[in-house]
């Protein structure tokens, strides 16, 4: 990709609304424009990460077992007077008329949908278990929307839907989620933590937020410090037994705010992390909730008609953006992990329209894309020093210098975003580092072609 025929309208002063990094860089990078409170439009550069986190939520749903369907962003008010929330949910729904008065409304969620899905379908324990997820756009009227597309009002979302016959069944669905998203969120170079969240008034102990620690973040934590040192399990068999696999990490004390008191936390004080952290993700088993009232059953074995045990599962896909930038980035800008980075190498051409710039260039460019590398070409007559700025706020993992003095000794220059420094290196040298240094991510390797 070339620069010049790029759309990356960059910032160079810090927009005044944006109190925290990813919002900031996410403005001075030309990743999202504002539309209005909390909806946004997601410009090139954003939209490839955006895209980027979506492929990888994707491939490990699709790993777990999960099937992916595309349910409407609108939906009737009478599903949702069958569930008896259309009342409770309040302002935060956008409620819409169409032209003949009927009364409709842009899905905050989608359990009534996919329960009215299933209730079509399913007839026997036969049927059963089944998981069923959607990446779609969803609308909350929030108070205070805030902080970017962190807390919109119109983000997208995974939300996906289990469906089981009984209380053991529906365990392993939601070990399989459990172990699905310790995965998702480390394939994208976050360390989330699992915590036990609030199950409202259906109560049990089966919901957890995934939460990743920062500052910025709008609930406080507490967890054990032990959990911090934990390593996601690798080459998991969704199949077998998960159950240890979600013993051993719920086995060490995670607490959100809520759901912590101090008088009765086990942990010392000595071992007790109390930060802050952002929620990218929420499991929750809520049993018949929505089947009862909805009258989503199966005949069981036995002959006899039981309601369907549900969870659901969602997971933030443009939060993560956001999220992932504020656990990395430094004063100059974002530094974006390889799997999810919207171009792996910046190629800077320190003097556009020399031919040995050029030519050197256009080689390193198509040997990098051959090697599956998504590459950014600087070609712009940009002075050197709002180039080198511009690379550092945009945050690619690496950057390719190609000047005309360097060119004369046979060396180019490299640097890694997250270390700093450049080093000369031939122009094959640079290739070999770049390439052997870059872990592609197969589910986000040639998303993007040309
Ligand atoms: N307003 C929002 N803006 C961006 N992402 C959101 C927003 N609300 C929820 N999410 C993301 O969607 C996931 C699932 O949402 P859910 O748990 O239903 O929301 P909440 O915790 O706000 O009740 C959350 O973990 C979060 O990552
Ligand atoms: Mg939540």
């Not at 059963?128 to 807390?151: C, N, S, T």
């Not at 009984?166 to 480390?186: G, H, I, P, Q």
């Not at 511009?390 to 945050?395: A, W």
């Amino acid at each position: 990709m070339r620069l010049s025929e790029f759309f990356l309208p960059v910032l160079r002063e810090t927009p005044n609304e944006a109190q925290i990094a990813s919002h900031r860089f996410m403005l001075r990078a030309g990743m999202i424009r504002q539309s209005s409170a909390g909806i946004y439009s997601w410009l090139p550069l954003g939209y490839r990460v955006l895209k980027k986190i979506e492929a990888i939520v994707r491939d490990e749903q699709n790993r777990a077992g999960a099937h992916e369907v595309l349910m409407p962003t609108i939906q009737p008010a009478e599903l949702w007077r069958e569930s008896g929330r259309y009342d409770d949910y309040g302002k935060e729904m956008l409620r819409i008329k169409d032209r003949h008065g009927r009364e409709m409304l842009y899905g905050p969620t989608n359990e009534e949908q996919i329960t009215e899905i299933f209730r079509a379908a399913a007839k026997s324990y036969r049927d059963v278990p089944k998981l069923l997820y959607h990446i779609q756009w969803k609308f909350r009227d929030e108070v205070r929307p805030r902080f970017g597309i962190m807390r919109g009002r119109e983000f997208l979302m995974k939300d996906c839907y289990s469906f089981d016959l009984d209380f053991e069944s529906s365990k392993r669905a939601y070990n399989k989620m459990f172990v699905a998203y310790l995965k998702t969120f480390e394939r994208m170079g976050l360390k989330a933590i699992p915590m036990a969240a609030d199950t409202g008034p259906i109560g049990g102990d089966l919901s957890h937020e995934f939460i990743i620690l920062a500052d910025t973040g709008e609930s406080e934590v507490f967890c054990h410090r032990d959990l911090m040192q934990m390593a996601v399990p690798q080459g998991v068999d969704y199949r077998a037994d998960l159950q240890p696999i979600v013993d051993e990490w719920t086995s060490v004390y995670a607490a959100a705010d809520e759901m912590h008191d101090p008088a009765t936390c086990p942990v010392a004080e000595a071992d007790l992390v109390s930060q802050r952290g952002i929620e990218v993700g929420h499991i929750f088993h809520f049993g018949s909730k929505y089947s009862k009232p909805m009258g989503l059953s199966v005949t069981g074995p036995d002959g006899v008609d039981t309601d369907v045990i549900m969870g659901s599962y969602g997971v933030g896909v443009s939060r993560l953006v956001g999220g992932i930038i504020e656990a990395s980035h430094d004063d100059d800008g974002i530094i974006w992990p390889d799997s999810v980075a919207p171009f792996h190498v910046g190629i800077v051409n320190l003097k556009a329209g020399d031919a040995d710039c050029d030519s050197m260039c256009a080689d390193l460019e198509q040997k990098f894309r051959n090697a599956g590398l998504d590459v950014l070409v600087d070609d712009t007559g940009e002075r050197a020093g709002a180039k080198f700025a511009t690379m550092d706020l945009i945050g690619l993992p690496w950057q390719v210098v190609v000047g005309p003095r360097g060119l004369k000794d046979g060396q180019v220059e490299v640097k890694r975003r997250s270390e700093g420094e450049r080093m000369a290196l031939t122009p094959n040298a640079a290739l070999d580092r770049v390439v052997s240094g870059t872990m592609l991510d197969p589910a986000t390797t040639g998303l993007f072609p040309g």
